[in-house]
């Protein structure tokens, strides 16, 4: 919604406060203003011109030689390419040294040999949006009327000197979808009165009833129709400033009748509709839903197929509006137009949101229809209308108006208790306080005792329940001035779990190894939902997905992490690390839902480390996975419960490919893309994890435990053993470790080799041992004594031997 402050004031009296300032007390009482935009700031120098003469370019057959009255001692030449323009007219005139939109200043200057001496300018050029100019002027400079005084600042005669709050209402808040309901809220918020406007009434022999019947067969959707007949009317343009103020709404100006109504709607919030009365072809306004298939041709040459539920104005037979929505082109208000038939109704916002919806036209009138109109100026909008087409179209308004009334509008009554007001806001307001409020309001309040029954006005639809009370007192006694407290309770709400503790030192870690957090979809294809998964279950699919693509619910996050490297790769960004912690769902039985269980992913492509300038290139690879994946539980406090096996999962390097068990218990896998996969996708070497994080999360981690620096030397003895090829490493580890005893502190592996000078079937597998004590200096005879313990149960257990 936007506010015209320069037009508000018309309501409510504004002295001594600013448009911002305003904005920021409407801000405050709960209805944000999203902007106040100064519409002529830092623009300057343009007046209203008259032209006195015009003649062709001597040298250019698109351009005129316009001799333009500023109001000073000397008229001057303008060189002027509207095709427009012509002797006589009064127009915007940009002068020497005058700054247009966009800093565009304007200078003397020569064109085709001829002197120009200012600029005549289009309201586009004033900074006015295209879409609201009026079409005569939508291509071409603007024509004042013929009363504007020459030498008038046209900033101001354009209502461009104003300032436009724009108001950023909520659903509820229909009531502020007007002039009048901004006017009531910043009186309630200054404490001051609303000014509503005069409206003369018109006496006329004639009665609108011998002109027209209303007819309602849709009660229910339509309680109140109000009829009024204005004869006699000229159709031009509406006054200059009305057309300024809908301009500055968002409202392109059309003419005098179609400009009125727009302008009520504005300041009332109650939709109008004017009809070509002697196009109507009856004396009868029936108003019915429509048949199946019916048609209509709206006011932007449409036509357009009516359903059932839709609501229709007809002439008895045929439909001549889409009730709420559009006019139809058989009624609109023409330049031949003598008779107007002005409409103001009250319709229910579903219908009319239906209509809406289904022919794709949304309008100012039927979106304040859909939040809500207030029955009670149904009426007076209507006359308000008629007053103004009088005015300002020469109308004669007929005697009375033709209805049909069924409406059932009674205020709410709400009463509550001064104790509760404060209980839920905190304060010690008293009583009186409270009255004040809701009277500044002007709502109608009564005090019984602690209780106050408040009685509110048909306009504030969006008050019915004590909570909407407590809402006005909080918000007109002021947000700020409510007293902050902290929550009282056994324990202070708003901590994390340690299940979201662990999980935020997961994503941490990771984003601080290098990775970058990935978001996917949950929903995928029935052919990559159940690759990669890490538990064997039926996929489930939606029974009605928006698209294949996203049919079926994913078991694994793998492959959304490959198409994500596949489209990085197709972009020439080939170097990528990315991880993604997310639900994958599980089936359980029919009509069930799934089960949930949270996993983490992630894959990796391209180079790890690079410095170019000392030649280092370092790609990623199955260690630098795991790497990753033994800092993570390290953190944890898990890595002395994590072993590594290989494995053989489908879509995975055979070879290059381990499952990850904690505690015994298979949790995931880490390795490379099978080499068919990578071809299929176009990927590079990529290598990949996915564990199950809810049982990381939950496994009991070890406890921290604290060593003082060795104040003794330790003691390495390295061993290249000689085993069978399919004797793991880490099984090797494990019985070094468990046999060296106390006095082992450290294994490493730092060499394999398989070549020519290896026995067939057999591999070397070198390992570093460090051996220290504590307490004491260990002897070469103590070291020797765990190191043979070591190398006996490596044979009897492996059947290793040393290498030569």
Same mark, same amino acid.
């Given at each position: ?458 306009? +504030? ?45 997961? +994503? ?30 039926? /996929?489930?699919?939606?029974?009605? @997905? ?5 049919? /079926? ?102 070879? +290059? ?45 070890? @406890? ?6 060795? +104040? ?14 399919? /004797? ?45 004590? @504590? ?30």
């Amino acid at each position: 919604m936007f506010v015209s402050y320069r037009w508000l004031q018309e309501y409510v009296d504004l002295s001594g406060i600013s448009p911002e300032e305003l904005a920021e007390k409407i801000t405050k009482s709960g209805i944000e203003v999203e902007g106040v935009e100064k519409k002529s700031e830092g623009l300057k120098g343009v007046v209203v011109g008259h032209v006195l003469e015009k003649e062709k370019h001597p040298e250019a057959d698109k351009l005129n030689k316009c001799l333009v009255d500023l109001g000073q001692e000397n008229p001057v030449q303008i060189i002027c390419g509207a095709a427009n323009v012509d002797k006589g007219q009064k127009v915007a005139v940009a002068t020497v040294g005058a700054v247009l939109p966009g800093n565009f200043k304007i200078k003397k200057a020569k064109l085709r040999g001829e002197e120009s001496n200012g600029m005549i300018c289009s309201l586009q050029e004033l900074g006015i949006e295209p879409k609201v100019v009026a079409k005569d002027y939508s291509s071409g400079i603007f024509v004042f009327p013929s009363d504007a005084e020459v030498g008038q600042d046209a900033f101001s005669l354009l209502g461009l000197d104003d300032s436009i709050l724009e108001l950023g209402l909520t659903p509820n808040r229909a009531d502020a979808m007007s002039m009048l309901g901004v006017a009531y809220e910043v009186a309630a918020i200054l404490g001051r009165e609303v000014k509503w406007p005069q409206i003369e009434e018109h006496a006329s022999a004639e009665d609108a009833s011998e002109y027209i019947s209303v007819n309602v067969e849709a009660k229910e959707d339509n309680p109140l129709y109000v009829a009024k007949v204005i004869k006699d009317v000229k159709i031009g343009p509406s006054p200059l400033w009305m057309q300024t103020l809908l301009m500055n709404s968002g409202i392109r100006p059309h003419n005098n009748i179609v400009d009125i109504t727009n302008y009520v709607l504005l300041e009332y919030g109650q939709p109008l509709h004017a009809f070509d009365y002697d196009k109507i072809g009856s004396k009868e306004i029936l108003v019915r839903k429509a048949s199946e298939g019916e048609k209509i041709v709206t006011l932007d040459e449409t036509e357009r197929t009516l359903k059932a539920d839709h609501l229709v104005i007809t002439n008895g037979s045929e439909p001549i509006a889409l009730a709420g929505v559009m006019g139809g082109a058989n009624s609109e208000v023409g330049s031949d137009t003598t008779t107007v038939l002005l409409e103001s109704a009250y319709f229910t916002g579903g219908v009319i949101r239906k209509a809406s919806k289904d022919h794709g036209l949304r309008s100012e009138a039927s979106s304040r229809y859909e939040k809500g109109v207030d029955p009670n100026r149904v009426r007076q909008s209507a006359e308000r209308a008629a007053d103004l087409m009088a005015k300002y179209a020469a109308g004669t308004v007929l005697k009375g108006s033709v209805t049909s009334d069924s409406l059932q509008a009674e205020p709410a009554v709400v009463s509550i208790t001064l104790d509760k007001i404060n209980k839920v806001l905190g304060t010690e307001l008293q009583i009186t306080q409270i009255k004040d409020i809701f009277e500044r309001l002007q709502f109608a309040a009564v005090v019984e005792g602690q209780e106050i029954t408040v009685t509110v006005p048909t306009r +504030r639809g969006d008050i019915t329940i004590e909570e909407d009370l407590i809402e006005e007192v909080a918000r007109l006694y002021g947000y700020d001035n409510l007293p902050v407290t902290l929550p009282v309770a056994e324990t202070v709400p708003g901590g994390l779990t340690p299940y979201q503790l662990k999980r935020r030192r997961v +994503r941490s870690f990771l984003e601080g190894a290098g990775l970058y957090q990935a978001v996917t979809y949950s929903l995928t294809t029935d052919e990559k939902a159940g690759q990669y998964s890490l538990e064997k279950a039926d /996929t489930i699919r939606l029974a009605m @997905p928006m698209s294949e693509e996203r049919s /079926t619910l994913r078991l694994s996050i793998t492959p959304q992490l490959l198409e994500i490297l596949k489209y990085n790769l197709a972009r020439q960004n080939d170097s990528i690390a990315i991880y993604e912690t997310g639900s994958v769902f599980l089936k359980t039985e029919e009509d069930e839902l799934p089960i949930e269980k949270e996993q983490l992913a992630g894959a990796l492509t391209g180079l790890w480390h690079s410095q170019l300038w000392q030649g280092e290139k370092k790609p990623v690879d199955f260690y630098v996975a795991k790497g990753v994946l033994e800092g993570l539980f390290t953190e944890l406090g898990l890595a002395g419960t994590v072993t590594y096996l290989p494995a053989d999962i489908a879509g995975m390097h055979p070879g +290059r490919t381990a499952e990850i068990k904690l505690n015994g218990e298979p949790i995931g896998f880490v390795g490379q893309v099978h080499p068919s996969v990578q071809k299929e996708m176009d990927l590079k070497d990529t290598f990949v994890f996915e564990l199950s994080l809810q049982s990381i999360l939950q496994a009991q981690a070890e @406890p921290i435990a604290y060593e003082s620096i060795p +104040r003794f030397p330790s003691i390495t003895r390295d061993i290249a053993l000689v085993v069978n090829s399919e /004797t793991a490493a880490g099984d090797i580890y494990g019985i070094i470790l468990e046999a060296g005893g106390k006095l082992l502190k450290e294994v490493s592996i730092f060499d394999l080799y398989e070549g020519d000078r290896m026995e067939q079937g057999k591999k070397s597998v070198a390992f570093s041992l460090k051996y220290l004590d @504590p307490e004491r200096t260990l002897t070469d005879e103590e070291v020797t004594k765990a190191h043979n313990k070591v190398l006996k149960a490596v044979e009897e257990k492996t059947g290793a031997t040393l290498r030569g």
